[in-house]
């Protein structure tokens, strides 16, 4: 199932699959979070999704619920960091490092996998080991969530999400 259309829910890719789709693919963790998990976002993935939500189609909206409405209501959507944390793990950290998601909740759609905190170096030596670039970051906005849009006022179109919106860079490459 789709939660966000960001994540595919396409078949886990390996390694090499990724890198070349970007090659010089870079994987942002963060362990703000504490346990249960750690959360690594593919920069190149994040830094590809769209700047706004497009036009409501016709059938988005109606006396009920108007296109403002519409938009509010996806200006507040996020990705949970779980997820996207799994739709981008290469299957040869998963198979190796990955906890089953037994969460459940109202509001949980469970992932794959989940990823020790207590793994992180590990974690972050085998994403090397596979040619990844990694890096320390703050990655969640508002909890363990990642803004689907980069809609905030910006002085520049280029660099990162976090340069788009105004966010200081505290990224360490480790």
């Not at 960001?6 to 990724?18: H, K, Y």
């Not at 809609?151 to 520049?156: E, L, M, Q, T, V």
């Amino acid at each position: 199932m789709r939660v966000v259309p960001e994540l595919t829910g396409a078949p886990r890719r390996t390694a090499a699959e990724i890198l070349a789709i970007w090659p010089f693919a870079t994987m942002v963790v963060d362990n703000s979070f504490g346990p249960p998990g750690l959360f690594v976002v593919l920069k190149e993935w994040e830094n590809s999704l769209p700047y706004e939500p497009p036009a409501p189609a016709e059938e988005d909206v109606d006396e009920h619920f108007n296109e403002q409405e519409w938009y509010e209501y996806q200006y507040n959507e996020r990705i949970p960091l779980h997820l996207a944390t799994d739709e981008w793990m290469p299957t040869e950290i998963a198979e190796r490092f990955g906890v089953r998601d037994d969460g459940w909740g109202v509001d949980y759609f469970p992932a794959e996998y989940l990823y020790p905190i207590e793994k992180q170096d590990e974690i972050e030596q085998a994403l090397r080991d596979l040619g990844f670039i990694v890096i320390r970051d703050a990655i969640g906005s508002d909890g363990a969530y990642l803004d689907r849009w980069s809609w905030h006022p910006a002085s520049s179109t280029t660099g990162s999400r976090a340069d788009r919106c105004g966010m200081p860079r505290r990224g360490v490459r480790v």
